[in-house]
């Protein structure tokens, strides 16, 4: 049974959709495409994807939607900067966003609705909260009266100060009424982008889009609905308080999912600070797979830390499985009987610790064991070609989720030219029947790292690890 941690209740809780037979409706906050996407992006929609690929893992369908914010006031400065309009700024950014996905290995979410694309939606649902007495309007915009919504402040678990009503006076009727009531609609000034309103020109607020297109795409309530841990106050506290006046269902969304934030060198990225990365940069640097690695090897739930010493740690274990690949796809031992149950144990395990709020950790915990186990069993030459054809079918299993190793054959890699030379040496001693002398080139070859396999085809080698 699957379990997952909610936000909601801060509690882990059994993961029952709304329809339990039906699709899944999972929503995550896109991107502001100010700029080009950048690694605490990737970090939550890699988090994200390994989630989605787990649900499909377990036999769930899932509908998978990723919105993208393409009017904001960031865009606008952005925009203007560089002497372009908005709607060129975003092409431009969200094509390389998708790209950047694509190298990522993050499967496509099924719609990535712009917000420029459903203004209408939009307007619609800020004259229902209107009509129902949740929004008001003043000089500058439409905004949502937290007051009128009892629970406000449930997800985020914040005390507001709700009511002020009857400080306000006659004058300042056209100002907003509580400091945290927010915008559901910005009224324009000249020279913004702008559309036509019951409200005059204007744009939407941020928090809007989300409520409007998540029950476009997922209806009015639906299963998940994730981003970073950066939005849980005031961004989806805001979504809650829109959908659930709308349509009077509660709740909204049965699961809060928040993944940890992701740090640079210990210090929260940022621009003047130097260290923002952007996702092409890291790709100049890092193999995709590797990050996907790095990032899967962590609760999707904790802070992440990126730093050159963690991506190197995560690429020599990677290297790891991918040298154990390697070796399954040579393996011509003489077969062992335990490979079936090793592999349903570690399934088991595996499926056991995701099951428990997807805990990638412990799940890599029991696959470390696995590995170890195989390692020992090629060492002994005892994994057989069927044997290697059962691991490495339940390896590509495990990554239709993770997207990390790497199963194409190498050519095999040859040996330095002085170990070559103890291996020739070896084999003259030998054949000279000195087993003494043979041994101890052995012997110095294994410290060394090179382990040798006397085979009727002759001798081979094999990294240890
Ligand atoms: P934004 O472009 O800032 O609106 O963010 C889009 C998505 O990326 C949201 O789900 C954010 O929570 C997430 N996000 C932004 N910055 C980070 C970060 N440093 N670490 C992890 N996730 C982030
Ligand atoms: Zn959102």
């Known amino acids: 049974m699957l379990k997952v941690y909610n936000t909601l209740s801060r509690n882990t809780e059994e993961f029952v959709p709304f329809k339990p037979k039906q699709i899944i409706g999972m929503y995550v906050c896109g991107p502001t495409v100010y700029g080009p996407g950048h690694i605490g992006h990737a970090r939550t929609y890699v988090a994200f994807d390994i989630i989605r690929k787990y649900l499909e893992y377990k036999g769930y369908k899932v509908k998978y939607v990723v919105n993208i914010t393409d009017v904001h006031d960031d865009m606008i400065k952005e925009a203007n900067k560089q002497g372009i309009t908005i709607f060129e700024l975003a092409g431009k950014n969200i094509a390389l966003f998708m790209k950047d996905l694509s190298a990522l290995g993050i499967k496509k979410p099924d719609v990535m609705p712009r917000v420029t694309e459903h203004i209408k939606e939009i307007i619609e649902m800020v004259k229902q909260l209107q009509k129902k007495g949740f929004a008001y309007e003043t000089n500058d915009g439409v905004y949502y009266s937290i007051s009128k919504f009892k629970e406000y402040g449930k997800l985020g678990n914040v005390q507001v100060k709700k009511s002020v009503t009857g400080t306000r006076v006659e004058t300042d009727k056209y100002e907003k009424e509580n400091p945290m009531d927010f915008a559901l609609w910005k009224k324009s000034k000249p020279g913004e982008p702008s559309w036509k309103s019951p409200w005059g020109e204007g744009r939407p607020g941020w928090h809007i889009e989300c409520s409007a297109m998540s029950s476009k795409y997922l209806g009015e309530q639906f299963d998940i609905h994730g981003g970073a841990v950066d939005l849980v106050f005031p961004h989806h506290e805001n979504e809650i308080a829109q959908s659930e006046a709308t349509y009077g269902k509660h709740p909204f969304v049965k699961y809060w999912m928040h993944a940890g934030f992701l740090n640079v060198n210990g210090e929260k990225m940022s621009k003047s600070l130097g260290n923002f990365i952007i996702i092409p940069e890291l790709l100049a640097k890092y193999n995709p797979k590797v990050f996907r690695y790095f990032i899967s090897s962590l609760h999707y739930r904790s802070r992440i830390d990126f730093n050159d010493k963690a991506m190197s740690i995560a690429e020599k274990n990677l290297e790891k499985w991918n040298n154990l690949i390697q070796e399954l796809l040579n393996a011509q031992g003489s077969g062992a009987k335990e490979i079936d149950s090793l592999i349903e144990n570690c399934r088991k395990e595996f499926v056991k610790h995701m099951d428990e709020d997807f805990t990638l950790p412990n799940a890599w915990a029991s696959l470390y064991d696995f590995q170890s186990k195989i390692n020992s069993l090629l060492s002994e030459r005892k994994i057989s070609m069927e044997n290697s054809e059962k691991i490495l079918a339940f390896l ?37 029947k000195d087993y003494a002398q043979a041994d101890k080139i052995r012997a110095e070859l294994l410290a060394k790292g090179i382990e040798l396999f006397d085979t009727p085809e002759g001798v081979k080698w094999r990294k240890i690890q």
Request: proline share 3%.
């Open 396 to 432: 590509k299993e495990l990554d239709s989720i993770f997207g990390a190793f790497s199963f194409e054959k190498k050519e095999a890699e040859a040996l330095p030219r002085e170990l070559m030379a103890m291996v020739e040496k070896r084999t003259e001693f030998k054949k000279r």
